[in-house]
């Protein structure tokens, strides 16, 4: 958000779009990520062409998992120039037929659309009453289903920003004295907390909220 932000305000007003597909399968998932990416690719090139408009943006894909049915909602998100989120909805739609009309959106973009833009690629938690579920296998396949590809790609005069982080280096500290021991920790499930072998210290003091988390393998 810190990198893109300036940049997508030099575009002036903004339009967050939604566009959504039926939901698939598991089998049938990654191959759909391919087709979505390459057809929101070719949407851009066609309005640049064909409707001779220039625009610029950033798109996102986000994965969400139906565990009713036990099927697979990609999806993409948009923030693009202002006046040219109907006609992407609408080139959408002509390559994919069996979409629901209703389930586009389109509406001027602000600090929630920035949120939604740049959050997580799939959520890993399903609200479940006053718990939570984890599908490990259904994160797996997501996971998978988007390994190597970009699920955040600019276009236009939107370049795209470097995420690497830069190494860390080792620094001197003038009067430490170097130590000759070093404690070993181990993981407590129980306590959600490291704890030394002798299970007498705890390394952070973690105290989890009281939340059922109910985890489906």
Known sequence: MNGYGPELKKLGTLQFVT???PNVSAEKLRAEVT???RNFTNIVRVIRERHKINFS????????????ENTYHPHLHVIVNKGQGGTIITEWLKRYADANIKAQDCKTADKNSYNE??????KILAKAGRGFNIYVPAIDIIMRAMDKKRTLQTFGKIKKISEDVEELQAVEVEGLEPTTTAREWVYNDVLSDWQTLDGLNNL???KPPDIDFTIFM
Do not use: D, P, Q
């Not at 950033?58 to 009713?68: L, P, S």
């Open 57 to 68: 943006g950033i798109r996102k894909i986000e994965i969400t998992y139906n565990e009713k």
């Open 204 to 206: 952070t003091g973690y």
């Open 19 to 21: 566009l959504t597909m």
């Open 35 to 37: 087709r979505m990416s």
């Open 117 to 122: 833009l740049f959050k997580y690629s799939s």
